[in-house]
């Protein structure tokens, strides 16, 4: 679900593998607005956000971010997982 979630609502050139290892990092910023949590990050190139249709803790999304990668890294393709 994250991995789709993420995948969707990728912008300017950013890659799955960096979005979740930024999950993983703590890059982000997270609020819970009407049961959805909502992530944001800020960089020099501009924002991007990802919204999720339940409210998670942080630990919750690092753990699903981790497990993530452990999956894309056992792909051909990590830079270009199907899911």
Do not use: C
């Amino acid at each position: 679900m994250l991995v789709r979630a993420l995948k969707l609502q990728l912008t300017g050139g950013q890659t799955l593998v960096s979005a979740l290892q930024g999950l993983i990092t703590s890059k982000w910023t997270a609020n819970v607005v009407n049961g959805q949590t909502i992530l944001t990050a800020a960089e020099a190139g501009g924002s991007v956000t990802f919204t999720f249709d339940r409210a998670y803790t942080p630990a919750e999304l690092a753990v699903m971010a981790e497990e993530a990668l452990e999956w894309i890294n056992t792909l051909a393709d990590p830079g270009e997982p199907a899911a």
